[in-house]
């Protein structure tokens, strides 16, 4: 069947799934597989439960006229996408980077859609399977798309981009991530500056953080540039405050001085920047800018704060770097009071580096004075250290009840992997 033809069916029955577990009446179910999984397996029991049509590339026993039958299910689905997507005519914005890449995308879809209607990756949906499904849920009535990219290795953005087409682009930044698959940090600014290429290829434009020189670097031949910064850019502003929440002065570019978030970490700078500068691109109003920043509210383990008791508690557990780690951990530090405990995970996906990096990360937390650490899980049972160590999340959740801490301050963060999370679930 040819994509054009399936895209008349999905016109139809808009709605996708690749899971029988969430699947409901009216969906195209896709039978994706990989190393632990195979859909196709499961592809009569989706239509058993109501799917619309069964998308698979293994033979099915049976003869059913809603099995569509494919090379590959993976490569049909993103060549739908593909599709789908060259039915608009509107900015799509992809957002990369080590760090900072889904609150940026939040933020951004907070100041654009109090303005347009928009649409964007729910959850962590930012890779080859994310994306696609992503784009399939952008329905007629969109004016802004805002697509997030995930990547550990080379030549993924640029597929990406391929079924993507973005108009503008956003690397937040390029630090010390997925090092084993990008093979060095140079590695990391080639695969996340795919991006880059895509759009000076395609003359598009693109937003980054002036005060980051290699993304200069990565800018060259882009002639669409939008920059802002600290000092200098198009929109700039500096930390105000940042306890307990982030609050940033605007220097140039907005109507209004200031806006206070309700996001943990002067870290968080850059990211609050870029999204008020998309905005003022596409002529959001500045009060529509400043309130949708304000009432954004992080979820899913990012930068928030969470108070229990008389203690108060850092959540920044959804993923781990050498950069954002040392970043959470300065900004910690900073924070005026007096009894704060540090609970980490392990960085995962470092490759020959993950000694040395968990090294460095224990060095550091070695120069301040904490009421304690606890290190959990990954190279951290590999290095020698002077803290707490536990296997895993839940026996350091064990430990951490039986402290009974009170007045303190806590930060929790880790690799996906290592669901510090659980720590205080």
């Not at 996408?81 to 939040?106: D, L, V």
């Not at 992503?134 to 981009?161: F, P, S, W």
């Not at 605007?250 to 001085?257: D, E, H, P, Y």
Request: some cysteine; proline content about 3%.
């Amino acid at each position: 069947m040819s994509i054009e033809a399936l895209y008349n069916i999905f016109l139809q029955y808009p709605s996708i799934e690749t899971d029988t577990r969430k699947l409901k009446k009216g969906d195209l179910f896709f039978a994706l597989k990989g190393p632990n999984f195979n859909g196709n397996l499961f592809a009569l029991k989706a239509l058993e439960m109501g799917a619309a049509y069964s998308i698979v590339d293994e033979p099915v026993e049976g003869v059913d006229k809603r099995i569509i039958q494919t090379n590959d299910v993976l490569t049909t689905l993103q060549q739908l996408a593909k599709h789908h997507r060259a039915q608009f005519n509107i900015p799509f914005i992809a957002i990369t980077g080590s760090n900072g890449k889904t609150t940026t995308k939040e933020l951004v879809h907070a100041v654009l859609s109090v303005h347009n209607k928009t649409y964007t990756t729910e959850g962590n949906l930012n890779n080859h399977i994310g994306i696609p499904i992503t784009i399939l849920r952008i329905k007629k009535d969109a004016e802004m798309a805002v697509i997030e990219m995930g990547a550990n290795h080379q030549k993924e953005i640029e597929g990406y981009c391929i079924y993507t087409q973005p108009t503008h682009g956003i690397i937040t930044n390029c630090g010390k991530a997925h090092l084993e698959g990008f093979g060095g940090e140079e590695g990391v600014r080639k695969g996340k500056g795919e991006l880059f290429d895509f759009i000076r290829a395609y003359n598009g434009n693109i937003f980054a953080f002036d005060d980051y020189s290699y993304l200069h670097e990565m800018a060259t031949g882009i002639a669409n540039a939008v920059w802002y910064g600290t000092s200098e850019g198009t929109v700039t502003g500096n930390v105000l405050q940042s306890e307990p929440y982030l609050e940033v002065a605007l220097t140039k570019g907005t109507t209004f001085n200031s806006v206070k978030t309700q996001l943990v970490g002067d870290y968080n700078l850059p990211n609050i920047l870029c999204a008020i500068t998309v905005a003022k691109h596409f002529n959001v109003p500045d009060e529509k800018i400043k309130t949708a920043i304000e009432n954004y509210t992080p979820s899913n383990s990012r930068s928030q704060l969470v108070e229990r008791g008389t203690n108060k508690i850092i959540l920044d557990a959804y993923n781990a770097n050498p950069t954002s780690m040392k970043a959470a951990i300065e900004n910690f530090a900073k924070l005026h009071a007096e009894n704060k405990v540090l609970m980490l995970g392990g960085m995962m996906e470092l490759g020959e580096e993950s000694i040395r990096e968990h090294k460095n990360i224990a060095a550091l937390i070695d120069s301040y004075k904490w009421k304690a650490v606890v290190l959990v899980g990954g190279d951290f049972k590999n290095i020698p250290h002077p803290f707490h160590y536990f296997t895993d999340a839940t026996e350091a959740k064990e430990w951490f009840q039986q402290q009974h801490f009170e007045q303190s301050y806590i930060l929790v963060k880790g690799s996906r992997s290592t669901q510090m999370e659980k720590v205080i679930a």
